[in-house]
């Protein structure tokens, strides 16, 4: 169980080293192509890290086709977005608003999974909701596109999650290959519309290479963490990245959060805990899937 827990910690660590290096990246490419490059280096690596079982060629069986590409449309618009967040606004007020995606996921529980909320749930949610108040605090200052965009980026994360409760069964393979098509496609087609694309220079290069090292290293981790550890135990670690967003921040981007911010992210990761404590309780499990983070 320590050994799932610390391959937790490690993947999320991961991924968030490999955020900081996206928002440093902004200054010096468009989101398109940051996120195509990031997505083609990504499944390279990917590439050699294929789940037992299944293989490559296989990846166009699906048993829920239309499922699955509705998952990739929903993890594409969340990594264009999720990029564009992490190079126009602070890394901790990004994964502050992100971090919204289980309130998302509770209130799509009763609109479309017709699930009964408890007061517990609805706790959660309200204390999710002024954390993310105290941390951007509307009203007193000017709330930039980014933010809008982190908080679209929640709501797919949570859409995503709802999609892969009814994916269960499908291969891992045919749900990353679909995701990377639609990205790199997507990606490839406006960044070439909308900049003037050149070749970035090798320094930039090596740091995009990076980053889908992070991605694809922080995918695996995921996936050995939940193989020798149940999930309900290491979805906490979840919370980890807000840590790192500020230290990252502050280090690298001279973004120091205040004290009300501190609290409010304190309280998101409270809100995020009593969720997962409730569930445990109620079901004995936390219905949490690894897909639910992917940078991709």
């Known amino acids: 169980m ?47 890290l294929k789940p037992d079982g299944e293989k490559w060629r296989h990846f166009w069986v699906m048993q829920r086709p239309w499922a699955v590409q509705a998952r990739a449309a929903s993890g594409l618009a969340a990594g264009v977005l999720g990029v564009f967040a992490f190079t126009t606004i602070p890394l901790a007020e990004t994964y502050a608003l992100m971090f919204l995606a289980p309130l998302f996921v509770t209130l799509l529980s009763i609109i479309v999974l017709k699930e009964k909320v408890g007061p517990w749930r609805w706790l959660a949610v309200a204390m999710g909701f002024a954390g993310v108040l105290l941390v951007v605090r509307p009203g007193f200052r000017a709330l930039e596109p980014g933010h809008f965009a982190a ?19 499908e291969r891992q393979t045919s749900m990353l290959a679909t995701l990377v098509g639609y990205s790199l496609v997507f990606n490839g087609v406006a960044a070439a519309a909308t900049s003037s694309f050149t070749m970035p220079s090798p320094k930039l290069l090596a740091l995009l290479v990076l980053t889908g090292a992070c991605t694809a290293a922080g995918h695996r981790l995921q996936l050995l963490a939940t193989r020798i550890t149940p999930a309900n ?18 280090v690298f981007f001279a973004e120091y959060p205040d004290w009300i911010s ?13 969720t997962l404590v409730r569930e445990r309780i109620r079901l004995g499990t936390v219905r949490w899937n690894p897909f639910s983070r992917n940078r991709l």
């Open 2 to 48: 320590h050994s799932g827990i610390f391959l937790a910690l490690a993947a999320y660590a991961i991924y968030a080293w490999g955020d900081g290096i996206i928002k440093a990246l902004g200054g010096h490419l468009s989101v398109f192509e940051i996120g195509f490059f990031n997505t083609l280096f990504a499944s390279v690596f990917l590439f050699f």
């Open 151 to 169: 908080i679209v980026v929640a709501f797919l994360g949570a859409t995503t999650i709802i999609l892969m409760r009814s994916l269960a069964g």
């Open 233 to 250: 135990q290491i979805a906490p670690t979840h919370y980890s990245q807000m840590a790192w967003a500020v230290v990252i921040g502050a």
């Open 262 to 274: 501190l609290v409010g992210l304190a309280v998101i990761g409270g809100a995020g805990m009593l």
